[in-house]
């Protein structure tokens, strides 16, 4: 390999490492630039929290259902037009 293309190859890599660094500084700036709007929650955090259950309309609606039979459709009602 001549002396050009070994300096061009070394150019290309420093160059490629120029971008890897200056992705990873600007990634670091978005996770600690105190915008904890725009900033995912940290993973320890989510892994001591237990994920919240879905709770879906049509669950609702039964358990509400299974009340009213119950005897107690003027409370579900009174909840409903809360």
Known sequence: MSK???MQETIEELRSAAAAINDTADWLYQQFSG???TAPEA???AKKE????EI????VRAILAEKSRA????????LLQK
């Open 43 to 45: 993973p320890a955090k």
């Open 56 to 59: 879906k309309l049509e669950d």
């Open 71 to 78: 005897g107690h459709t003027a409370e579900v009602r009174a």
């Open 35 to 37: 915008d904890e709007a």
């Open 4 to 6: 050009m293309a070994e």
């Open 50 to 53: 237990k994920p919240k259950p």
